[in-house]
């Protein structure tokens, strides 16, 4: 196997061979931001749409990034080209930087990263099981390296049997850690909460498909109650129909029509983006 390469602050070096400071404030508190695209057949999926949302994030954390937007996309197509993996993820990371006293801002460093990656399409026929669980991100408009509640949850949601956890707070739904979620209420709507989440690239794309009046909108953890079918989406997901959340069983715990036809219209904008 050949060894895959990265990119750090605009030059490519050997995945092994990087090198990051301990008083990085990526590794003494957790600062920084990521974006993370998927790339089929060498085509990065929605590329501009997640190279947009980087730039926001980084300016929202006070984070100056090294290379202009044109010169960021150079570098990962360079990546591309000196890995040869056609499909695959790509992960920006833009790190807190080398901090003087480990708690100001330093110079970030920008790190691109790739690896193999395949969508599993027989996933979508099996479905997820959520559990929920009141907890609000910090900052949660931004796409931030911090996933400490998450992870902290992982032996509860494996010891519940389920796929993931569906975050609500003061009573009113949010999103996964890494997706974001959808309802479809007894009138057929398509609702995504709209607000305290991360604006999901797919996300964003769901909600410009026809055939349904899709909307963010609040939704309360009662609300979950009555769905007739849920689903989360992300770059790494696309859709995935929920099954069940806690106990509640949705509808025949199958995959429902409207989640089913909302995922071939997002598969077909894909291979019409590239």
């Excluded at 949850?153 to 009113?172: E, R």
Aim: aromatic share 8%; charged share 20%; net charge neutral.
């Amino acid at each position: 196997m050949n060894e895959r390469y990265i990119c750090v602050n605009g030059e490519m070096i050997q995945a092994n061979s990087l090198c990051i400071s301990a008083s990085d404030l990526a590794i003494q508190r957790g600062y920084g931001i990521f974006d993370f695209l998927v790339t089929v057949n060498g085509k990065p999926i929605f590329l501009e749409d997640h190279i947009h949302r980087f730039y926001s994030s980084a300016k929202s954390m006070h984070l100056p990034v090294l290379l202009s937007q044109s010169a960021l996309i150079d570098a990962i197509e360079q990546l591309m080209q000196k890995n040869n993996l056609p499909n695959s993820g790509i992960r920006i990371t833009l790190t807190g930087g080398d901090s003087p006293d480990g708690y100001s801002i330093g110079n970030p460093n920008l790190i691109i990263s790739q690896s193999p990656f395949n969508y599993q399409d027989q996933v979508f026929e099996k479905g997820l099981k959520l559990i929920t669980h009141e907890h609000q991100r910090q900052l949660p408009f931004i796409k931030t390296i911090d996933y400490l509640k998450a992870i902290y949850l992982q032996p509860t949601i494996k010891s519940a049997g389920a796929d993931d956890v569906l975050y609500f707070f003061n009573g009113v739904v949010t999103e996964c850690p890494r997706a974001n979620f959808f309802m479809v209420t007894e009138q057929n709507e398509v609702l995504t909460p709209k607000d305290n989440i991360l604006h999901g690239v797919t996300r964003k794309k769901i909600l410009e498909l026809n055939g349904y009046q899709i909307k963010a909108s609040d939704i309360s953890i009662q609300m979950l109650a009555t769905a007739k079918e849920a689903f989360i989406s992300s770059s790494t997901k696309n859709i995935l129909p929920v099954i069940s959340i806690g106990n509640k069983l949705l509808g025949d715990g199958k995959p429902g029509p409207i989640t089913r036809n909302l995922y071939q219209q997002l598969i077909q904008l894909k291979e019409i983006s590239f």
